[in-house]
């Protein structure tokens, strides 16, 4: 395992950097990442390069058994970069300039930044090309924003002129046809900025693609020159979880070695176990393979405003946590808090005067276990019984209709996961390209951009035995975001059995409450943001309205399709209800959680080729006990555990159980 902190040495003075070394060594650091934000440091002048001092740090780490992840600095472009090629600057959607400062400033299509971008990273590729104490390149720092500026409006010309091949294709595709939009010349066809109204959903739509395509390509750029210079050296980038809403994710980390993301629980609001669980599902679920935080939240949040600090133990157990979801790399932001510069109080591991204080303890206690792990946990696999479907497409076409302000769809998908997350049997996040068939339950929210393949591979899963869940707002676009000319829930429409009569926006932010179809029981909770009215054909009614003009009209069915069965909810089932639905098809496609737990207690499993490792999570505030069965050897507290066993507040176990030949169900 890979754990250590993000250190910018360049902000201390270098008497200092040995005593850091040391005190990382304490803590069982293997691994800094270092240089992301240092081009001027690097590169004074065009051409003029200074790797000196960063060489020594890295001398000087290795020589405390600390090796380095690189950053390409391209995130926050020098001044006398910016100064030279204004048109480099980024362009907002009112078509004005951000003014210099900050970061992320730049326009990722403007050739002179990307031939600057190509000349520092080839610098740092060539110097520190065969050292072993540089062990990882990380591209840039969160990639994200949008730029409206010319160059982008022709490159995306371009991108559409390759999608569409013919103006007669996009204008039928778009159907420009509307307020009289149709394109004449490629060079009519305008970014979507602020106008006086909505764009054309086929625009909005594809001007989303074409942004994330956009990082993609320059993300690209970087990753060839570094995979020519310094072949075998891994690359990542540091991603910002489920949340983060205007790239594709999956597109974006294709050309990556491993992901990476930055994991801040208290940036604001009360931090949530089943949030933390998905964004980690996520960034696993995009190479199906383990993956590092980058950024780890390593003391109190904040810029302008100051967050509440970490509570004890908190920066630990979101470590673990990270871990038990396949975390193979746990790096802190950062080792030492800024005396200067916009992220004053993003405060890291120790304070602004650098003395050891609680965090730094509570970093060191974690090291010790994270060295008795070693190398445990490589390449072991997160076991997940069941998979969440996430459509960027969908994602990205909502954000331009979003309905109304309750049918959110990242929240509505977070809010099904908390009811899958629940029953400790694992969530693997899956792009719609990925294979279902391992999955007995897969969860698809709001599957609003459908075409043909998609529509096969879900019937083909269901028929297979597969139990797929859908919700309202399924198959109503097709992949130019334009309106199905079918009966809802469009191409999935005979799957589901259903045929969406008409729907209510519940924009007003109304429950409707619901009835049990079996017991005419009223269900717990009520039906929430959207509600179709649906007509039954071959499916059966699980759960009625009982309530507002279609009481009594089904709003959750069953359609049993070869061996396999489909949920369909008309509406966004509330908490209490996704989590009674979720309970209720767990028994019947026998999704079972490896240990018998109480609520409050999460349960993961990864295996690796010898052993499966048992992570057993408390985030609650009180103690919690479990039958842990016939046990086997605990790695945090090192002992032999067998039966019950309590697990305190914030408390985490690793039950080791060797694998037999007997293979794992
Ligand atoms: C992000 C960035 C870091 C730093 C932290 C704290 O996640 O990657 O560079 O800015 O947030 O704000
Ligand atoms: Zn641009």
Redesign the pocket.
């Given at each position: 395992m890979y754990y250590g902190a993000d250190y910018y040495p360049e902000h201390w003075p270098e008497e200092r950097w040995d005593d850091d070394a040391r005190m990382m060594q304490a803590a069982g650091f293997n691994v800094v990442r270092m240089a992301?934000?240092a081009w001027t440091r690097m590169e004074p002048r065009e051409r003029e390069f200074n790797f000196a001092w960063l060489d020594r740090a890295i001398e000087l780490l290795a020589r405390y058994g600390i090796s380095s992840v690189l950053g390409t600095p391209t995130a926050a472009p020098p001044a006398w970069i910016m100064a030279a090629h204004p048109d480099a600057t980024l362009i907002r959607e009112d078509r004005q300039p951000v003014t210099y400062g900050s970061r992320r400033n730049y326009c990722p299509n403007n050739a002179a930044y990307r031939a600057h971008s190509a000349r520092i990273v080839r610098a740092m590729a060539e110097h520190y090309a065969g050292n072993p104490d540089v062990i990882g390149w990380q591209i840039d720092?969160?990639f994200g924003g949008r730029c409206y500026c010319p160059t982008c409006q022709a490159a995306f010309q371009r991108w559409l002129q390759e999608r569409y091949g013919s103006l007669g294709a996009l204008n039928a595709a778009w159907g420009t046809e509307f307020w009289s939009h149709i394109y004449t010349a490629w060079e009519q066809i305008p970014l979507p900025w602020s106008t006086t109204g909505v764009h054309n959903p086929g625009l909005a739509l594809n001007y989303r693609r074409f942004m994330s395509d956009s990082y993609v390509g320059y993300q690209r750029e970087q990753i060839d020159i570094l995979h020519e210079v310094c072949p075998g050296v891994p690359i990542t980038h540091?991603l910002?979880g489920f949340r983060y809403p205007n790239l594709d994710y999956f597109d974006l980390t294709e050309d990556l070695d491993w992901v990476s993301w930055?994991n801040?629980p208290r940036i604001r609001g009360v931090p949530d176990a089943a949030n933390r669980a998905l964004a980690h599902d996520t960034m696993r679920g995009l190479k199906n393979k383990p993956f590092w935080v980058m950024?780890e939240q390593g003391g109190p949040?904040g810029?302008a405003t100051v967050a509440l600090a970490p509570r004890p133990g908190e920066i630990p157990y979101w470590a673990w946590e990270a871990v038990a979801h396949g975390a193979d790399g746990i790096v802190y932001?950062r080792w030492r808090t800024a005396r200067f510069g916009a992220?004053e109080y993003?405060h890291g591991i120790l304070d602004h005067h650098g003395e050891p204080g609680r965090r730094y303890e509570e970093v060191k206690a974690m090291g010790r276990i994270v060295q008795r792990l070693g190398d445990k946990l490589k390449d072991s696999a997160v076991r997940a019984q069941t998979a969440m479907l996430l459509s960027y497409d969908s994602r990205f076409a909502f954000q331009n209709q979003p309905h109304n302000p309750h049918l959110d769809y990242p929240n509505v998908f977070a809010e099904l996961y908390r009811a899958l997350w629940k029953l400790n049997a694992g969530v693997d996040i899956v792009s719609p390209a990925a294979d279902l068939s391992a999955y007995k339950v897969v969860v698809a929210p709001m599957l609003y951009i459908v075409d043909e393949a998609l529509a096969n591979k879900l019937r083909d899963y269901v028929s297979q035995g597969g139990a797929l869940v859908l919700t309202c707002r399924t198959g109503v676009m097709d992949v130019d975001n334009m309106v199905v000319d079918q009966q809802l829930p469009g191409l999935l429409g005979e799957l589901c059995g259903v045929v969406v009569d008409e729907y209510d926006s519940l924009e007003d932010g109304r429950t409707v409450p619901l009835q049990w179809a079996e017991d005419l029981e009223d269900v717990a909770g009520g039906a929430t943001a959207w509600a179709d009215v649906l007509s039954l054909r071959e499916a059966e009614a699980l759960a009625y309205y009982a309530g507002e003009y279609y009481a009594g009209v089904p709003a959750v069915t069953r359609n049993r399709v070869g061996k396999g069965q489909v949920i369909y909810a008309g509406t966004v089932p509330d908490a209490a209800v996704a989590q009674s639905l979720m309970a209720r098809l767990a028994v019947e496609a026998g999704v079972t959680s490896p240990l018998e737990a109480e609520p409050g207690l999460e349960v993961v499993e990864r295996i690796a080729e010898k052993a499966r490792y048992l992570f057993i999570l408390n985030g609650g505030s009180d103690a919690i006990s479990v039958d842990v069965g016939s046990g086997g050897q605990e790695l945090v507290q090192d002992e032999t555990v067998s039966g019950v066993i309590h697990i305190p507040a914030l408390g985490v176990r690793i039950i080791e159980q060797p694998l037999g030949n007997s293979a794992i169900d």
């Amino acid at each position: 395992m890979y754990y250590g902190a993000d250190y910018y040495p360049e902000h201390w003075p270098e008497e200092r950097w040995d005593d850091d070394a040391r005190m990382m060594q304490a803590a069982g650091f293997n691994v800094v990442r270092m240089a992301e934000f240092a081009w001027t440091r690097m590169e004074p002048r065009e051409r003029e390069f200074n790797f000196a001092w960063l060489d020594r740090a890295i001398e000087l780490l290795a020589r405390y058994g600390i090796s380095s992840v690189l950053g390409t600095p391209t995130a926050a472009p020098p001044a006398w970069i910016m100064a030279a090629h204004p048109d480099a600057t980024l362009i907002r959607e009112d078509r004005q300039p951000v003014t210099y400062g900050s970061r992320r400033n730049y326009c990722p299509n403007n050739a002179a930044y990307r031939a600057h971008s190509a000349r520092i990273v080839r610098a740092m590729a060539e110097h520190y090309a065969g050292n072993p104490d540089v062990i990882g390149w990380q591209i840039d720092n969160e990639f994200g924003g949008r730029c409206y500026c010319p160059t982008c409006q022709a490159a995306f010309q371009r991108w559409l002129q390759e999608r569409y091949g013919s103006l007669g294709a996009l204008n039928a595709a778009w159907g420009t046809e509307f307020w009289s939009h149709i394109y004449t010349a490629w060079e009519q066809i305008p970014l979507p900025w602020s106008t006086t109204g909505v764009h054309n959903p086929g625009l909005a739509l594809n001007y989303r693609r074409f942004m994330s395509d956009s990082y993609v390509g320059y993300q690209r750029e970087q990753i060839d020159i570094l995979h020519e210079v310094c072949p075998g050296v891994p690359i990542t980038h540091n991603l910002m979880g489920f949340r983060y809403p205007n790239l594709d994710y999956f597109d974006l980390t294709e050309d990556l070695d491993w992901v990476s993301w930055d994991n801040y629980p208290r940036i604001r609001g009360v931090p949530d176990a089943a949030n933390r669980a998905l964004a980690h599902d996520t960034m696993r679920g995009l190479k199906n393979k383990p993956f590092w935080v980058m950024e780890e939240q390593g003391g109190p949040t904040g810029n302008a405003t100051v967050a509440l600090a970490p509570r004890p133990g908190e920066i630990p157990y979101w470590a673990w946590e990270a871990v038990a979801h396949g975390a193979d790399g746990i790096v802190y932001f950062r080792w030492r808090t800024a005396r200067f510069g916009a992220e004053e109080y993003w405060h890291g591991i120790l304070d602004h005067h650098g003395e050891p204080g609680r965090r730094y303890e509570e970093v060191k206690a974690m090291g010790r276990i994270v060295q008795r792990l070693g190398d445990k946990l490589k390449d072991s696999a997160v076991r997940a019984q069941t998979a969440m479907l996430l459509s960027y497409d969908s994602r990205f076409a909502f954000q331009n209709q979003p309905h109304n302000p309750h049918l959110d769809y990242p929240n509505v998908f977070a809010e099904l996961y908390r009811a899958l997350w629940k029953l400790n049997a694992g969530v693997d996040i899956v792009s719609p390209a990925a294979d279902l068939s391992a999955y007995k339950v897969v969860v698809a929210p709001m599957l609003y951009i459908v075409d043909e393949a998609l529509a096969n591979k879900l019937r083909d899963y269901v028929s297979q035995g597969g139990a797929l869940v859908l919700t309202c707002r399924t198959g109503v676009m097709d992949v130019d975001n334009m309106v199905v000319d079918q009966q809802l829930p469009g191409l999935l429409g005979e799957l589901c059995g259903v045929v969406v009569d008409e729907y209510d926006s519940l924009e007003d932010g109304r429950t409707v409450p619901l009835q049990w179809a079996e017991d005419l029981e009223d269900v717990a909770g009520g039906a929430t943001a959207w509600a179709d009215v649906l007509s039954l054909r071959e499916a059966e009614a699980l759960a009625y309205y009982a309530g507002e003009y279609y009481a009594g009209v089904p709003a959750v069915t069953r359609n049993r399709v070869g061996k396999g069965q489909v949920i369909y909810a008309g509406t966004v089932p509330d908490a209490a209800v996704a989590q009674s639905l979720m309970a209720r098809l767990a028994v019947e496609a026998g999704v079972t959680s490896p240990l018998e737990a109480e609520p409050g207690l999460e349960v993961v499993e990864r295996i690796a080729e010898k052993a499966r490792y048992l992570f057993i999570l408390n985030g609650g505030s009180d103690a919690i006990s479990v039958d842990v069965g016939s046990g086997g050897q605990e790695l945090v507290q090192d002992e032999t555990v067998s039966g019950v066993i309590h697990i305190p507040a914030l408390g985490v176990r690793i039950i080791e159980q060797p694998l037999g030949n007997s293979a794992i169900d």
